[in-house]
């Protein structure tokens, strides 16, 4: 494997690089001091194609920075800036096939891996509406997909249930209870996907991982900077966006929290996104999409269980780990707030209706 100093010379950057960012998926480097840089191995195990992740985050960041620039706003700060390599290339990939690429650090400007503040998550809620806002008009049949069935919940079922029947790492006897309430929602979970199919809900470029620390805020303003982590922009659902902020963003306890007494959403934080994402988004809404705003939420906080759930019968293959039984105790997370989400249908109800 090559040296770090030798793969930021492919970008024509010498300065030192440290671990940064909670990130699950790639290994991202601050690179330092000024200017700085982000540097990102890029996770070749799940986006196999990069060419292609790289072509849409190309595309996608031109095409934002264009509206910016319309708006009269700050095109280096408010969305990723690709750097290139010496050679023009969007990222370096060494003799051994691990693949780099660099951003422009977007300075002043901090993620959150949990928000408690309702007016921060406004703000950050609002972001994520101005991206898909901003993506309304781009040519969706030009990207490339990074990630087949992304939020195909049915699918996700159906690799939870594989995951059981091979009890690969030899886990199952220790979930069975997880497990039994997972497969409880079998007819719960394709209100999208059907939607998708029937043409009941629009196909629209969105981000697929809206996770809150995904969005840079400004510490002292507390309004968001820039929509980062543009590796699963694709066609897909305004829900999933919605539904995945919520997830984390409306989270009373982080991902990872093992005491499930302290999990469970803050209707207040739901009500702050619900008012920044519909301010962020527009009129371009749909009323089926406003009725399944408080679904959406559950939806996506199941699937992301369940997958937390599969990699832990799996013996830990997808999300990075800090411990043992780390995507136990995420599932464990996701699951227990899906029950508080369902307890409090009836005012997550309410409040969309009186945000319209
Ligand atoms: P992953 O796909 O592993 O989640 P991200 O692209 O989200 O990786 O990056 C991990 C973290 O690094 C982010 O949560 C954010 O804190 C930080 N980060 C990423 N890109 C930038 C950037 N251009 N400027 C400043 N911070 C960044
Ligand atoms: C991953 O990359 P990161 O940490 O922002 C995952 C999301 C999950 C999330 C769970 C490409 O997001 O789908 O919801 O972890 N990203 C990918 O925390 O799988
Ligand atoms: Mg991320």
Not at 244 to 263: N, P, Q
Not at 300 to 323: A, P
Request: glycine share 8%; aromatic share 10%; charged share 25%.
């Amino acid at each position: 494997m090559k040296s770090f100093e030798e793969i930021y010379r492919q970008f024509d950057v010498q300065q030192k690089s440290y671990p940064y960012g909670n990130g699950h998926i790639n290994d991202t480097y601050l690179i330092t001091p000024c200017p700085k840089y982000i540097l990102q191995r890029i996770n070749t195990a799940i986006f196999t194609d990069p060419d292609g992740v790289m072509n849409n985050i190309n595309a996608v960041t031109v095409h934002i920075k264009k509206k910016l620039a319309e708006q009269g706003r700050d095109t280096e700060r408010e969305t990723l800036t690709v750097i290139k390599t010496l050679d023009g290339k969007s990222y370096y990939r060494d003799e051994d096939g691990n693949c780099y690429r660099m951003y422009k650090f977007i300075e002043g400007a901090v993620s959150y891996d949990n928000v408690s503040s309702a007016e921060i998550l406004e703000s950050a809620a609002k972001s994520f509406g101005e991206f898909q806002n901003m993506l309304s008009d781009f040519p969706a049949e030009t990207l490339h997909e990074s990630i087949k069935n992304f939020h195909n919940t049915p699918l996700r079922f159906e690799a939870l249930k594989r995951a059981i029947a091979d009890n690969k790492a030899g886990r199952l006897d220790s979930v069975k209870e997880e497990v039994e309430y997972a497969l409880s929602f079998e007819n719960e979970i394709d209100k999208v996907t059907k939607g998708i199919e029937d043409g009941t809900i629009p196909l629209r470029v969105t981000h697929n991982d809206t996770k809150i620390n995904n969005v840079l805020i400004d510490p002292q303003t507390g309004k968001g900077v820039a929509v980062i982590d543009l590796d699963t922009v694709m066609p897909g659902s305004l829900l999933y966006d919605f539904g995945d902020g919520l997830r984390t963003g409306g989270a009373m306890a982080a991902e990872d929290e093992t005491d499930l007494s302290k999990v469970g959403l803050s209707t207040e934080l739901f009500a702050s996104y619900v008012k920044g994402f519909l301010a962020g988004i527009g009129d371009g809404i749909c009323q089926k999409e406003l009725d399944l705003l408080p679904y959406s939420v559950f939806l996506l906080t199941y699937e992301c269980g369940i997958r937390f759930l599969t990699d832990y019968l799996e013996g830990d293959t997808y999300f990075k780990i800090h411990r043992p039984n780390h995507n136990l105790d995420r599932a464990r997370t996701q699951l227990a707030m899906c029950k508080d989400i369902i307890s409090k249908y009836d005012i997550l109800s309410e409040i969309v209706r009186k945000a319209r």
